[in-house]
């Protein structure tokens, strides 16, 4: 059974930096592309960030990029999300999500998701 | 703003069919496969429908998908008060380096 488990969220100040985890089991991870997606409670989706099965491709929104770094880990079955220069818009529920396969492929499994709250 | 336009709201009462409909460009939905998400209340997002009209397994067929030039539907028939859900379409996106885009989500009432 596939599951993905994120961790990591918590409150931090604005201008600060998180690094949110998601540990991945179930499957072979490095056959396949992985993503973070985010959700301001209440509101709707948002894609944050993919990555191909070994990093070689790399895509972020317009709204996370050169703030937001992710990465994996291919030993350790272990996908990450680095946030830095934090802003209260950031504040959400931050997903990670198994592709099909490549990076374009649709999402196929989601975690349960971490809370990041930015707030003074 | 989302790229892709969803009603933010729909409804029915049990046993209707309901659509929901999803419109994009031609650098998303026209070139691309839509694929849509359910997120039940309190839980994370679950893959519905994906490369326009393909049910994982464990999806009942009351779920179906459509897509036609820009535009993409997903309609669900004898309507069940547990369908009450947000739901999402999403596309990839092949401006820039590529990106995937949401739709904002619609918001169905089982009345």
């Known amino acids: 059974e596939v599951q993905l488990v994120e961790s990591g969220g918590g409150l931090v100040r604005p201008g600060g930096s998180l690094r949110l985890s998601c540990a991945a089991s179930?499957?072979?991870?490095?056959?396949?592309?992985m993503h973070w997606v985010r959700q301001v409670p209440g509101k709707g989706l948002e894609w944050v960030s993919g990555?191909?099965?070994?990093?070689?491709?790399?895509a972020y929104a317009d709204s996370v990029k050169a703030r937001f770094t992710v990465s994996r880990d291919n030993a350790r079955n272990s996908l990450y999300l680095q946030i830095s220069s934090l802003r209260p818009e950031d504040t959400a529920f931050y997903y990670c999500?198994?592709?099909?396969?490549?990076?374009?492929?649709?999402?196929?499994?989601w975690g349960q998701g971490t809370l990041v709250t930015v707030s003074s | 703003q989302s790229v892709l336009t969803q009603p933010p709201s729909a409804s029915g009462t049990p046993g209707q069919r309901v659509t929901i409909s999803c419109s994009g460009s031609?650098?998303?939905?026209?070139?691309?496969?839509v694929n849509w998400y359910q997120q039940l209340p309190g839980t994370a997002p679950k893959l519905l429908i994906y490369n326009n009209n393909q049910r994982p397994s464990g999806v009942p067929d009351r779920f179906s998908g459509s897509k036609s030039g820009t535009s993409a539907s997903l309609a669900i028939s004898g309507l069940q008060s547990e369908d009450e859900a947000d739901y999402y379409c999403?596309?990839?996106?092949?401006?820039?380096?590529?990106?995937?885009?949401f739709g904002g989500g619609t918001k169905l009432t089982v009345l």
């Open positions: 179930g499957f072979t991870f490095d056959d396949y592309a």
């Open positions: 999500a198994k592709s099909w396969g490549g990076v374009n492929y649709f999402f196929d499994h």
């Open positions: 031609n650098s998303n939905i026209g070139s691309n496969t």
């Open positions: 999403a596309a990839w996106d092949d401006r820039l380096n590529g990106l995937w885009v």
């Open positions: 990555i191909s099965w070994n990093g070689g491709r790399i």
